[in-house]
């Protein structure tokens, strides 16, 4: 790994600066073309714009899209540095690139700039990605390049080998070699392996496989990578409800998606989004107040619900040293049930809901019983009260039980109505268990009261 | 998609299992063969023991080990499988799987079992796993096959498309060619589809980029996994450090990486383990239970220290209302913080640390400010009162600041110790915080105590 810290990079980007600001500008291109696709991109990105601005008039279209096909920034970012360039030198470079990436940029861009380069680019071009870009966000659509190798069945292996051979520096992957039939159908897969292993004459059709796994243009892109993932693909077939083949979703665009699914998952357990580590503290900070201060206000209503109780706290000041013991055990029980809840839903599928419901209430009782005689003994055993022992212990218990429940279930519901389930994030959850958990604890407490007040 | 959901697989297995005790194991054979690999391994594994039997006697032993091969369960139920098998065949078995997965399985074994193995396995099969299995569990040496193509420099184009020929149905991945020297160093690449469009009486060493990237044996396989999803690559050689080619690692096994990566992030994020989404209730609980205990006792000094101040919170009951709220908020912070400092170790550089530990620092400073001034400015406006106004504002700012540095710095000491930061969980972390808020509340607040009590 020759780039594999900042520091290197930093010292590739300084000494290619100073090529292009002392006006070697074959050095540079030299150098510049001796680096890696992505290296190129981030090398790019980071040059000072003035800098970047002799670099691509001094580069090839060809290796400009290049650049643009592997930056791996916010698409937003690489809309900036498209939007450097003139319009018509953007749109060479965007219809050079893949049509997946292509599209994900015209996405991203404002309504105004997609009209103005769709008119700038070749028709058919344009054509094609007034309908890629049609595809939801989250959607095999928006992931699929159309840039695969599809012959017609009936041909012989030497013939696709010449067609192989043509296409390959087009292809996005030459690995499988998609059959169709005349109406542009799918009807199989060879590999390359396959067409490289048996005699020229053979026709395609005997070394096809038609068992092929393929996905629909609108299924989620979290399905489709589990099955590449279980099914260890490294390109997997993009069909309409007709099962025409529309594009091929290769592997690479897969560890993204599970990168990123992972990440936003991660992000919301934490209410944080983590994906920009960084960010500027004062950036950092501006993004978590609000979900802080909507937590406060939550909060406030546990407040004034303990403020209820005033009156059995100036009895039995006691009570107040458990408050925290048991708001904070419900807590981490329900960000254990939520994070497996949130799992669940990701990986699973619907008709186990309701088994999981019913596992989830058994578990969750398990739990309460187990922390509620483990707490009710140490309160025994440490204030010697067998009432406050009884009142704490039962609290416990049902706070966690009641805890685990709306934590399992919440994010059922959410992804029920619709949402993400993932925006019942773990601070939110905590925050509402606090809620019940103390409305638990002091009514449970109050029956107690009178027992144990002064003893 | 055609088997899509479990219910499928379900009805498979049934009809599978039919055909076998029916004897119809010739009609079993044929719907067997027609299925993928992974649907095979799911099916394999789903079938009653006692027809497993029958299957593994019917079918032949490259299917067998393609089924183990494409496994996607634990290692550890994998070996039961395996040893389902008389020893022997077991071998046979083992020998005919990629490296990679063979010496995992071996690792998963106890040790006479491996033992066994290692003498029924041919002599240099048995060599090659003795090296592989020495490698550490989370290093790109685990992870590598050792079935690749490497080609000598200075062969022709033509030569090396003959070797690829006949490696194909061998190799781990075909995509990639490795160049090496007469001492097997790595010193290039060449792809497929390079060998494809140039000349047949070519020299490799033209087509060959000597900028090839490469990973060492003992590298961690997060690493290993960033760098595949940067470069978009389909495979990754692995050398020693005197650069010799000791085998490659695909994408399909770095997909998995990613997916192990994210699950153990966010499982420790909850302090459960959400990768056994279907265990029964009683397993669950009884998983769950250990953290949940010591958290209660870490939680109990909250007690305690809450306890101590029973004087205080008997002369101002209005302070056990804002305990929650308090410890609550300062959670959340927590909470936040370490997601990103975790995150940060995971995909950051060492030099940043310092930089990570300033800018949070600000960025815990601007949070603490805005909940403290909001939550002064509530209480001022709620209850009329200016001194616990400003008790509240200030133990929250300060709770927060406190929370959110531990947070913070807890996990970068963790990992410089040298264990996964990811056992700081978010449950302990806020669980901690509780105790550091609660002392700083009531600190703050008996300052204030003779001013507001009875206001």
């Keep these: 790994m020759e780039m594999d810290n900042e520091q290197q990079l930093d010292e590739t980007v300084h000494s290619l600066s100073d090529l292009l600001e002392s006006g070697q500008d074959e050095e540079f291109i030299n150098a510049f073309d001796n680096l890696?696709?992505?290296?190129?991109?981030?090398?790019?990105?980071?040059?000072?714009a003035r800098v970047r601005e002799v670099a691509w008039r001094t580069m090839d279209d060809e290796?400009?899209?290049?650049?643009?096909?592997?930056?791996?920034?916010?698409?937003?970012?690489?809309?900036?540095?498209?939007?450097?360039?003139?319009?018509?030198?953007?749109?060479?470079?965007?219809?050079?690139?893949?049509?997946?990436?292509?599209?994900?940029?015209?996405?991203?861009?404002?309504?105004?700039?997609?009209?103005?380069?769709?008119?700038?680019?070749?028709?058919?071009?344009?054509?094609?990605?007034?309908?890629?870009?049609?595809?939801?966000?989250?959607?095999?659509?928006?992931?699929?390049?159309?840039?695969y190798l599809a012959v017609q069945?009936?041909?012989?292996?030497?013939?696709?080998?010449?067609?192989?051979?043509?296409?390959?520096s087009e292809?996005?992957?030459?690995?499988?070699?998609?059959?169709?039939?005349?109406?542009?159908?799918?009807?199989?897969?060879?590999?390359?392996r396959d067409l490289l292993t048996h005699p020229d004459e053979m026709l395609i059709d005997e070394i096809t496989n038609t068992r092929v796994v393929s996905v629909g243009a609108e299924d989620p892109q979290g399905d489709v990578a589990q099955v590449v993932a279980d099914y260890n693909f490294f390109s997997i077939p993009v069909i309409d409800k007709e099962q025409h083949l529309l594009g091929i979703i290769t592997v690479d665009d897969i560890v993204d998606v599970i990168d990123e699914e992972a990440v936003g998952e991660y992000?919301?357990?934490?209410?944080?989004?983590?994906?920009?580590?960084?960010?500027?503290?004062?950036?950092?900070?501006?993004?978590?107040?609000?979900?802080?201060?909507?937590?406060?206000?939550?909060?406030?209503?546990?407040?004034?619900?303990?403020?209820?109780?005033?009156?059995?706290?100036?009895?039995?000041p006691v009570l107040a040293a458990f408050i925290t013991l048991i708001t904070g055990t419900a807590g981490n029980a329900g960000t254990q049930s939520l994070a497996l809840s949130i799992r669940r839903l990701s990986v699973g599928n619907d008709k186990s809901i309701a088994k999981n419901f019913f596992s989830e209430l058994l578990s969750a009782a398990i739990l309460a019983l187990a922390a509620g005689i483990t707490i009710g003994l140490v309160v025994l055993l440490w204030r010697q009260n067998n009432d406050l022992a009884a009142a704490i212990g039962l609290s416990m218990a049902a706070a966690i039980f009641l805890a685990s429940l709306l934590s399992a279930i919440i994010p059922v519901i959410i992804d029920k109505l619709g949402y993400d389930p993932a925006v019942a994030?773990?601070?939110?959850?905590?925050?509402?268990?606090?809620?019940?958990?103390?409305?638990?604890y002091?009514?449970?407490?109050?029956?107690?009261?009178?027992?144990?007040?002064?003893?």
Tied chains: 1, 2.
Aim: overall charge negative; hydrophobic content about 45%; aromatic content about 8%.
């Design 425 to 440: 994030n773990g601070p939110f959850i905590t925050t509402l268990c606090d809620l019940t958990s103390v409305g638990i």
């Design 36 to 48: 890696h696709d992505f290296e190129m991109g981030k090398v790019y990105a980071a040059l000072p």
């Design 171 to 192: 292809a996005e992957s030459i690995i499988y070699i998609y059959v169709i039939d005349a109406d542009q159908r799918l009807i199989g897969v060879a590999s390359l």
């Design 267 to 316: 992000s919301g357990l934490a209410a944080v989004d983590v994906s920009q580590t960084d960010d500027t503290p004062w950036h950092s900070a501006i993004k978590r107040i609000p979900w802080l201060l909507v937590l406060l206000v939550l909060g406030l209503t546990t407040t004034a619900l303990v403020g209820s109780f005033e009156g059995s706290i100036r009895q039995a």
């Design 442 to 455: 002091f009514i449970i407490a109050q029956q107690f009261l009178t027992y144990f007040v002064g003893s």
């Design 63 to 147: 290796t400009l899209a290049s650049i643009f096909d592997n930056l791996e920034i916010e698409d937003s970012d690489v809309v900036d540095l498209l939007s450097e360039l003139p319009p018509k030198k953007g749109a060479d470079i965007l219809e050079r690139m893949y049509a997946d990436n292509e599209a994900d940029l015209l996405q991203a861009m404002p309504a105004r700039m997609v009209a103005t380069y769709l008119q700038l680019l070749p028709a058919e071009d344009a054509q094609e990605m007034r309908k890629l870009i049609k595809y939801d966000d989250q959607t095999a659509g928006a992931l699929m390049a159309t840039e």
């Design 153 to 168: 069945k009936g041909m012989r292996v030497a013939e696709v080998l010449e067609k192989v051979k043509e296409q390959a």
